[in-house]
């Protein structure tokens, strides 16, 4: 069975170029997350998709960034006009479902997206 | 605020010895408990998952839930330096919410 998925696996952008980050989850999970990661810190939570469906995006910057998940195809992080401060690490999470207290709501990783920013 | 603390080290162990990396966490209402791992420049690995109060144990890894007293324990015995990374705690606490993380645990385990 294959993983969660993430593309490009390192992504350099200049200043002020869009960043597109792709992320298949596990087959048969319909829940989607992404995080951050700055070098030698946490792993920030940025926003938890179904398909079609934005569920918490409470940890995403209100400007320049975005995330969809649709009915076909994968989950894209979108950060408009990138700034070097958003390099780093972003980590795509999927999970069968979520029923606290289940092994359903477990989540799998996929291998990140290194984001450079020059 | 619900949160989800942890020591963050870095905790180092001889090889052979057993490791105890311990988690709090806030919300009474948690009802779903990870440990993951991650080793530098990688993405995090699941270990172990735990449900209910006790322990629960998977090779050399063993989990501990004590929800009266909220915390999360997780040991590793016979502690080899492959498992030198740092060890994060997450927590669920039911109806759709979020994973709440920590900030992990280093773990170093000297030869």
């Known amino acids: 069975n294959a993983g969660v998925m993430q593309n490009p696996r390192h992504l350099v952008r200049r200043r002020g170029q869009e960043a597109r980050l792709r992320c298949s989850p596990m087959?048969?999970?319909?829940?989607v997350y992404w995080y951050r990661q700055l070098p030698e810190e946490g792993l920030k939570f940025m926003v938890y998709?179904?398909?079609?469906?934005?569920?918490?995006e409470s940890g995403m910057p209100k400007e320049r960034f975005s995330a969809e998940f649709p009915k076909e195809g994968p989950s894209i992080l979108r950060i408009q006009q990138v700034v070097r401060g958003d390099s780093a690490a972003y980590f795509c999470?999927?999970?069968?479902?979520?029923?606290?207290?289940?092994?359903?709501?477990?989540?799998?990783f996929g291998p990140g997206t290194r984001l450079t920013v020059l | 605020q619900k949160e989800v603390e942890q020591n963050s080290g870095p905790l180092s162990v001889p090889e052979g010895a057993i490791a105890s990396l311990n988690c709090t966490y806030s919300?009474?209402?948690?009802?779903?408990f990870f440990w993951y791992r991650q080793y530098s420049g990688k993405s995090p690995e699941l270990i172990m998952s735990?449900?209910s109060n006790g322990d629960k144990e998977d090779g050399r890894f063993t989990a501990q839930l004590n929800k009266a007293s909220q915390y999360v324990s997780l040991l590793i015995r016979d502690s080899q330096p492959s498992d030198s990374a740092t060890y994060l705690c997450?927590?669920?606490?039911?109806?759709?919410?979020?994973?709440?993380w920590g900030l992990g645990t280093s773990l170093a385990v000297n030869p």
């Open positions: 999470a999927s999970s069968l479902r979520t029923s606290g207290g289940s092994f359903t709501d477990t989540q799998y």
């Open positions: 087959k048969g999970h319909s829940h």
């Open positions: 735990i449900y």
């Open positions: 919300d009474r209402g948690s009802q779903s």
């Open positions: 998709l179904q398909k079609e469906n934005i569920i918490d």
């Open positions: 997450a927590v669920n606490a039911g109806n759709n919410r979020k994973l709440i």
